[in-house]
């Protein structure tokens, strides 16, 4: 090993005394639908961040410092970045910032009650680690009326947008009022420059279905048309020969 490589592993942080996975509970109801409602439909999509890797995940540790404890994000998205394949090494299985060499480009809370510091404490946090878009969705307004709140990160501190368009990711989040595996909310959904929400696996397949059906009609809808376009010319033949005229062979075509 030369001896430049051996200088680099020696200043990797020491991780062996972190704990990366717990047993604390999975939060409310609302939370663990809205996080799946969150990554889900990236991976289904991913063309949405063109050619760029990714990695969008709910519940997972950032570890940003290897003495201090990892913010947990209810939902983070890291860009031009990939999961190593070995999960069997505890490096590979949370995320670890020096790892990455990055902090994630998005976080996103969702407040479940008012013990949460998503304006206080958790915004300084995320913007002192770099995170480039905070984002914190309210969906019972325990916090006031505003259901959701989106800052961009300038020199390590946050400024609130007026709208929530994350201009270096290239992806904004909307409130969607509709169905949810069942359920009838207002959602925070992923979308595109246009406002339209980046689709569901499931509710991809449905619009794919209804467009393949569209197609299978419009192919319908041609073969009536030229049917009756046939008929027209066969009554319109028989009409000339019973005037004793031998139609154009074109129009028994």
């Not at 020491?14 to 047993?23: F, M, Q, T, Y």
């Not at 939060?27 to 063109?50: C, F, H, M, W």
């Not at 259901?147 to 990160?153: A, K, Q, R, S, T």
Request: charged share 30%.
């Amino acid at each position: 090993m030369s001896q430049g490589l051996s200088t680099e592993v020696d200043e990797l942080p020491d991780i062996s005394h972190l704990a990366i996975e717990d047993d604390t509970p999975v939060d409310n109801l609302i939370s663990e639908k809205q996080q799946r409602l969150l990554t889900e439909p990236l991976y289904t999509n991913a063309s949405v961040l063109g050619e760029r890797l990714f990695l969008v995940a709910a519940n997972v540790g950032v570890f940003y410092a290897s003495r201090k404890p990892p913010l947990v994000p209810d939902v983070f998205l890291s860009l031009d970045v990939e999961v190593p394949q070995d999960w069997t090494q505890k490096k590979n299985r949370t995320y670890f910032v020096w790892e990455f060499g990055k902090p994630p480009d998005v976080v996103i809370e969702i407040v479940s009650n008012r013990e949460g510091n998503e304006l206080d404490s958790k915004l300084r946090d995320y913007a002192r680690i770099g995170v480039g878009y905070y984002a914190v969705f309210d969906p019972l307004q325990q916090l006031g009326e505003i259901d959701l709140y989106v800052f961009e990160n300038r020199a390590n501190h946050y400024h609130e947008l007026e709208q929530p368009w994350f201009a270096q990711v290239g992806l904004g989040l909307t409130l969607w009022n509709g169905r949810f595996e069942g359920k009838q909310d207002r959602w925070l959904r992923w979308c595109d420059r246009t406002g339209t929400v980046i689709p569901t696996g499931a509710e991809r397949a449905e619009l794919e279905h209804q467009r393949a059906e569209q197609e299978h009609q419009r192919a319908e809808q041609e073969c009536q048309r030229a049917e009756q376009e046939r008929q027209r010319a066969e009554r319109l033949a028989a009409q000339l020969r019973s005037l004793g005229i031998e139609p154009d062979p074109d129009l028994d075509a």
